[in-house]
C-alpha cells in the first residue's frame, strides 16, 4: 500500500499551484519509520529492563542489572535492581543536592514540610514542584521505583522524557532522569556497596 505525498508541481499560466492531484507514491516503510528489533534473537534475549540484547544464560543483565529468564525478582514485574546493599541517591545538579533513598523508608519529593522533610527545604521556592509531588522508593529485592502522588501535580512527572500517570509506580535504573515539573531534574546513580 501506498501513502499520497503532495508533489511540488509546477508553475503554470492559468493559476493551478499543482496541489489538486499531485501526488506521489511513498513505499510504506517510508511512512512507519524503523521497525522495534525482535525480542529473541538466536544470539540473545532482550531484557526486560532496558531492551538490551543479552547473551543467552547470562542471569542478569549487564547494562541495568535486570533478571534475566525465569529468576523472578521478589516484585513480580520483571526488573530492574539494585545490588543487595547497594546505595540509591538521587542527584539534583542544578541545587546542588543530593538524596539518599533508604530501603523501606520513601523518599519524599515535595515542598510540604511533614510530609517530605528531606526535600522540602531545598525545593521551598520552587513553585514549579508540588507541595506533595512524588516518592522513591526501594523494594525489598532491590528494585528502585518513582510514583507521582495519587492526587497529581500541577506541572507533572517524568522519567527519561515520558510523563508518569498520577499514583503509577515506575521502575527506576541507574542513570535515569527523574523530572519533578519544568524546572527540576535529578540522576538516578545507584552506586556501591553499603547501606545508604
Known amino acids: 500500500m501506498t501513502a499520497p505525498v503532495r508533489g511540488t508541481g509546477g508553475e503554470r499560466d492559468d493559476g ?15 511512512v512507519r519509520g524503523p521497525q522495534p528489533p525482535p525480542p529473541d534473537t538466536a544470539s540473545g534475549v532482550r531484557c526486560p529492563g532496558c ?3 543479552v547473551p543467552p544464560g547470562t542471569p ?4 541495568c542489572l535486570a533478571r534475566i529468564g525465569g529468576g523472578g525478582n521478589g516484585g513480580g514485574e520483571g526488573g530492574v535492581t539494585a545490588p543487595p546493599g547497594a546505595r540509591v541517591v538521587l542527584h539534583f545538579d542544578t541545587l546542588a543536592l543530593s538524596l539518599p533513598v533508604r530501603p523501606g523508608e520513601p523518599l519524599r519529593l515535595g515542598r510540604d514540610t511533614d510530609w517530605a522533610p528531606a526535600s522540602s527545604g531545598a525545593f521551598a521556592e520552587l513553585t514549579t514542584v508540588s507541595r506533595r509531588h ?6 525489598p529485592d532491590g528494585s528502585v521505583w ?12 517524568w522519567v527519561n522524557g515520558a510523563h508518569l500517570l498520577p499514583g503509577e509506580r515506575h521502575r527506576l535504573r541507574h542513570g535515569d532522569r527523574l523530572q519533578l515539573g519544568h524546572r527540576v531534574a535529578c540522576t538516578v546513580r545507584i552506586t556501591g556497596d553499603g547501606p545508604c
Open 134 to 139: 512524588a516518592s522513591v522508593t526501594t523494594g
Open 60 to 63: 542478569r543483565c549487564p547494562r
Open 51 to 53: 531492551a538490551a540484547l
Open 16 to 30: 493551478y499551484d499543482g496541489y489538486d492531484d499531485d501526488w506521489e507514491p511513498v513505499l510504506d516503510e517510508e
Open 146 to 157: 518513582v510514583t507521582e502522588e495519587s492526587d497529581g501535580t500541577v506541572n507533572g512527572t
